[in-house]
């Protein structure tokens, strides 16, 4: 399956960052550099060594640079706790207006890419692999290391059920958010299916009982990068989100079949706590929203249109 930030287009061109780019690679000429997506970042390849990740037009400004200094400080804590390649920043341009990464490409291709042209045993045994790397990723281990390392979050986990609660009360405001903008495009029908995905979550405490973990938050098959030789998990990317949040949402693998789901969901240490799939679904149902609020208010047309097809979708996936 596509992502909507696979076809949309860069909003800076090679042109405008080069001289910037240059500061940190002197020899780097125009042509060797290639436009990959565009996401929160405008990501570029640059001669088949290195990416180049520029901040989005909304985030050239100091909440960009201060994103990108966190990621830097998430990546390095991360770096030798996990048993995967993830990429390491060698530079970061310290600019509220032009904020920038350039890490080493790790080799492979995002499995959005190549799945289809995988086995079905192949599938299977990648599935395998991401339930290894999520239940390290999850681990209790990693979880008090974060915290050592990052002391700030502290205060948010004095226990896990005021993170609980406190969580609760941030998707009631996402529902206030979503009745306010992205109902307006929707039909009666749609609107009646997306309220009762909220309500349901929401209503139901078996849903704010589980232990908050460090989670990517983003982990998506464009995330996770394949070595097309061995077939086998080579890394993951794009840690921008990576945060303290119900681990569930790194296990949205619905669009991928039910054997590589149930692949992933086989080895995943943490699979039996309580009301997992009732959360994974709910995840997975309002992946929608995002797209129809950051649409509307930072008028991109293109990302309501994907709000409308990803409604569309997960109505068919759960209806």
């Not at 399956?1 to 125009?30: C, R, W």
């Not at 406190?166 to 309220?195: F, G, H, M, P, V």
């Not at 995840?283 to 649409?295: A, I, K, L, Q």
Request: aromatic share 14%.
């Amino acid at each position: 399956m596509a992502f909507y930030e696979e076809m949309n287009p860069a909003d800076i061109t090679v042109e405008e960052i080069l001289p910037f780019v240059k500061k940190f690679l002197p020899n780097i000429q125009t042509k060797s550099i290639h436009f990959f997506y565009h996401g929160t970042y405008n990501v570029f390849e640059i001669n088949q060594k290195y990416i180049l990740r520029v901040a989005d037009r909304e985030f050239r400004n100091t909440k960009g640079l201060e994103m990108l200094r966190r990621e830097f400080k998430i990546l390095s804590f991360l770096q030798k706790r996990l048993p995967l390649l993830i990429p390491e920043i060698l530079y970061l341009y310290d600019s509220e207006e032009m904020p920038f990464s350039i890490h080493k490409k790790i080799p492979g291709k995002s499995l959005v890419f190549i799945s289809d042209h995988l086995s079905s045993n192949h599938k299977k045994k990648i599935g395998a692999e991401i339930g290894k790397f999520l239940s390290g990723l999850h681990s209790d281990v990693l979880m008090k290391d974060f915290l050592i390392s990052f002391p700030d979050q502290e205060e948010l986990m004095s226990s896990s059920s005021d993170f609980n609660q406190s969580y609760k009360l941030r998707w009631k405001t996402r529902y206030e958010e979503a009745k306010k903008i992205a109902y307006q495009y929707l039909d009666q029908e749609q609107q009646e299916w997306l309220t009762k995905i909220f309500e349901d979550y929401l209503n139901n405490e078996n849903n704010f009982s589980f232990s908050p973990r460090v989670s990517h938050c983003d982990f998506d098959t464009s995330n996770i990068l394949i070595d097309p030789k061995t077939k086998r998990l080579a890394g993951a990317i794009d840690f921008e989100d990576c945060k303290i949040w119900d681990p569930a949402c790194d296990l949205l693998f619905f669009d991928d079949g039910p054997e590589f789901l149930n692949a992933v969901l086989d080895n995943y240490k943490y699979s039996k706590q309580k009301s997992l799939e009732g959360r994974m679904k709910f995840y997975y149902s309002r992946t929608c929203v995002p797209y129809f609020v950051w649409g509307t208010t930072h008028n991109r047309p293109g990302m309501i249109d994907e709000g409308m097809r990803r409604i569309r979708k997960n109505m068919k996936m759960f209806p």
